[in-house]
């Protein structure tokens, strides 16, 4: 059966301490893994596409990582309005191409 | 940058009521997806569709219908809602692009649902 595993579930930061997110992931034929950024009361916000292990993308104050086993989303020194739930999901090789989400992390950076 | 919208954005009704989340985009893509989401949860495919008037279930069984009539159009219908169905329900849409690995899904804002 497919997982996805997010970890930590909440994480509190200082403004300025780095710090990465984990999202493992147990999927057979994995086409794409997403990362999103969610605000309370509102939609995922999409951040990126990784295909393939070894590949990296950044954006402003966050990158992310991926291996054949999971995924990282590196916060480097966070600002406060970087608070919110990061999501991972997976997509499958299979026709219907829906995501499969975990969990999420809640992070929560203090001034 | 995704163009789409969900309403009403909140939404309390009482039990027994027949209530419709509206869905909406402009992108022209040709998928759309619900999900519902429980506070601190993951989000569960509820319904699909990859095009006028094709649509499926997802993983979640739910008790509500959709229909595709038009592309930009997927409104999902409750036809008498329960306490159980009280929930945030995120609508998405992504584009089949020949060649593309997979597809991006674009997410609304959400409607969250309260049903006393």
């Known amino acids: 059966e497919d997982q996805v595993t997010q970890s930590p579930e909440a994480l509190r930061l200082q403004e300025g301490e780095s710090s990465s997110l984990n999202c493992s992931y147990t999927?057979?034929?994995?086409?794409?893994l997403f990362w999103y950024r969610q605000d309370p009361g509102k939609g995922p916000e999409f951040l990126f596409t990784l295909y393939s292990a070894g590949e990296e993308k950044e954006k402003e104050r966050l990158k992310a990582t991926l291996t054949k086993k999971e995924s990282f989303l590196h916060i480097t020194a966070p600002k406060p309005e970087d608070s919110a739930t990061y999501l991972c999901a997976v997509s499958k090789d299979t026709g219907r191409r829906a995501l499969t989400f975990g969990s999420g992390t809640r992070l929560q950076v203090q001034p | 940058e995704a163009d789409i919208y969900q309403t009403p954005r909140y939404l309390v009704i009482g039990t027994g009521k027949k209530i419709t989340l509206e869905c909406s985009q402009t992108?022209?893509?040709?998928?759309m997806y619900w999900y519902q989401q429980d506070p601190g949860m993951e989000l569960h495919l509820i319904h699909y569709s990859y095009g006028v008037n094709s649509t499926e279930k997802g993983d979640l069984s739910s008790e509500s219908t959709v229909s595709r009539i038009r592309t930009e159009h997927f409104p999902l219908t409750l036809e008498s809602a329960r306490p159980s169905h009280t929930s945030q329900y995120l609508c998405?849409?992504?584009?089949?692009?020949?060649?593309?690995?997979?597809?991006?899904?674009?997410f609304g804002p959400g409607t969250r649902l309260t049903v006393l």
């Open positions: 992108m022209g893509h040709d998928k």
């Open positions: 999927v057979s034929g994995l086409r794409g």
């Open positions: 998405a849409s992504s584009e089949s692009l020949r060649g593309a690995i997979t597809d991006t899904q674009y």
